[in-house]
């Protein structure tokens, strides 16, 4: 294994099963070699600043659903946020104590400023379900998964794009292979669908990032 000081430093921000796949990849998988996991940032669903009602927490879930990155996390002992994020308190722990040299989204539910955006020498980036109808996708928004059901779609694919002062608007950098949507499936059925194969999708493309 390599040196702590040599692994690439990553902060997580995400929920729900996305974030826990995306996760349990970095803390498990063949990338826990190469990278250290410095804090995750995960939803608080009794918090009126997540909008939960245009999200996936609007729709019926577990009470283990939505605490499972933050215990996830804490089994491994790693800080764990579920404040406001665009606040000197985050601000200050993600500056002086996290120091994330790459992050990414995987399911959460606050907007991230430019003051966190633009520290990470290797960029901050999200996982964005959707499917390859020209970038930025007319599927941007917080709630993809209907969007893509109600107009009929028959699959759906993860974009990794970076995060920009835009709602899903960032550079473009790889869209995941295809997952095909089965009849009847619900939002939080494509959730659970799409979520393993997202993290693998992310861990491949962040190794042709690591040095």
């Not at 996991?37 to 918090?47: E, K, L, M, N, R």
């Not at 996708?137 to 009929?152: E, K, T």
């Not at 990794?160 to 089965?182: M, N, Q």
């Not at 493309?205 to 690591?210: A, C, I, N, S, V």
């Amino acid at each position: 294994m390599a040196p702590v000081s040599a692994l690439t430093r990553i902060a997580v921000f995400g929920s729900f099963h996305r974030g826990f796949q995306v996760l349990g990849e970095l803390l498990s998988g063949p990338l826990s070699q190469r990278v250290q996991v410095v804090g995750v940032a995960t939803d608080d669903v009794s918090a009126d600043f997540i909008s939960r009602g245009r999200r996936v927490w609007s729709y019926p879930h577990t009470a283990s659903e939505a605490l499972m990155v933050e215990r996830l996390a804490q089994s491994r002992g790693l800080s764990v946020y579920k404040g406001r994020v665009k606040s000197e308190a985050f601000y200050q722990l993600y500056e002086q104590q996290w120091r994330p040299d790459i992050c990414i989204a995987a399911t959460f539910g606050q907007r991230i400023d430019a003051r966190l955006f633009a520290l990470p020498r290797m960029g901050f980036f999200n996982l964005h379900p959707c499917i390859d109808d020209g970038w930025p996708s007319r599927y941007a928004g917080p709630n993809p998964f209907q969007a893509l059901m109600d107009n009929g779609a028959d699959h759906v694919v993860i974009a990794l794009h970076e995060v920009d002062d835009g709602f899903d608007t960032g550079r473009l950098v790889a869209l995941s292979d295809k997952v095909y949507i089965p009849p009847g499936a619900s939002v939080v059925d494509l959730h659970k669908l799409t979520s393993p194969l997202a993290a693998k999708f992310f861990a491949r493309e962040l190794g042709k990032m690591l040095p």
